[in-house]
């Protein structure tokens, strides 16, 4: 059978890339470039044969004219390519990602899956960073997190559990490792979509309706009002959170609601469901994860609480 060798967590921030030298003079981001640089060298040690990544998506692939709660790339990915981000195709582990969709249909989900998916850096960003060559397939899946009705937190765990059953019992031998991008805290300037009151709320809610065919031109002015928004960031939420992965029990915050969650940590920090969905992929008969946390650091400038988490299986299926 197929083995989960590695799960790395790690935010993202476009303005990383563009914005690099607002930021040059502060630690946090240097210990996050540097957390990610750890992550990228485990793995590659850990030598995957592919890597399932757990994202969000922020309208530029998906659109309000239709949002599933989770997506899975069964064909052809391409990034969107936006604020420096890898843009064009991306390589893909097509029967892999079909047995995923084929298990969590199995298990009781019903996700969608597409044969032409644009991602957006809620996938890209963490390949650009931890797997720049573009050298290892990848299955993307993309949950709903910013379009409510959100997936549950449990409904992500069980997510992760389901994924972790496809590979498996996919009958190959291959080494699969798991990336959860987005979080941890953060408030981006995003209304509700049945709630736009502001001249930009109202600009926004038409970007995410009207961009599937030209979500480009809605872009200088998204920038233009993320780029105003005020940082929103708790860092004691997020050290608690990286402080239940190390732990390997999430149930403290599985039981929280997304009002809950969104005044904690902002409605940036739905994006923790990729984590969730990863810990549960990670975890075996054995146990949960062995969880590090590489490092943390708030980093105003980019509005977001910036981390990155290594989480090892407690089976031996990784050495085999």
């Known amino acids: 059978m197929s083995r989960l060798v590695l799960g790395v967590g790690a935010s993202h921030s476009t303005l990383m890339n563009t914005h690099w030298a607002e930021v040059d ?44 709660a989770f997506t899975v790339g069964v064909g052809e990915v391409r990034g969107a390519g936006e604020a420096g981000t890898p843009g064009g195709p991306l390589p893909v582990d097509t029967e892999l990602a079909r047995r995923v969709v084929d298990g969590l249909v199995t ?47 449990r409904r992500c765990h069980a997510l992760g ?7 498996r019992g996919d009958g190959q031998d ?22 736009a009151l502001s001249d930009d709320d109202r ?27 005020r940082p929103d960031i708790n860092e004691e939420f997020d050290r608690w959170f990286l402080g239940l992965l190390e732990t390997g029990d999430l149930s403290a915050l599985l039981h929280r609601t997304d009002e809950q969650i969104e005044e904690e940590g902002g409605n940036g920090a739905h994006e923790l469901r990729a984590w969730i969905a990863m810990a549960a992929a990670l ?16 980093v ?21």
């Open 25 to 68: 003079h502060l630690p946090a981001a240097h210990r996050f470039r540097d957390g990610l640089a750890r992550a990228r060298d485990a793995l590659a040690e850990a030598r995957p044969d592919a890597v399932v990544v757990i994202g969000s998506n922020h309208f530029r692939g998906m659109f309000l004219d239709l949002m599933p």
């Open 300 to 320: 105003p400038d980019w509005l977001t609480g910036m981390g990155v988490s290594l989480l090892t299986p407690s089976s031996k299926e990784t050495t085999a």
């Open 107 to 153: 298990d009781g989900f019903d996700p969608a899956f597409s044969l032409r998916l644009t991602v957006d850096h809620g996938i890209t960003h963490s390949l650009q960073h931890l797997l720049p060559a573009l050298d290892v397939p990848i299955v993307p899946v993309v949950v709903n997190m910013f379009a409510p009705p959100l997936p549950s937190l």
């Open 283 to 298: 975890t075996s008969a054995e146990g949960p994860p062995a969880g590090r946390t590489l490092a943390y650091g708030a």
């Open 203 to 229: 600009f926004l809610v038409e970007a995410w309706l009207n961009g599937r065919a030209s979500w480009s031109e809605y872009e200088v002015r998204r920038r233009q009002i993320i780029r105003a928004a």
């Open 161 to 167: 559990a389901s994924i972790a059953a496809a590979v």
């Open 174 to 195: 291959k080494r699969i490792a798991v990336i959860a991008s987005g979080g941890l805290s953060h408030r981006l300037p995003w209304p509700k979509w049945f709630a």
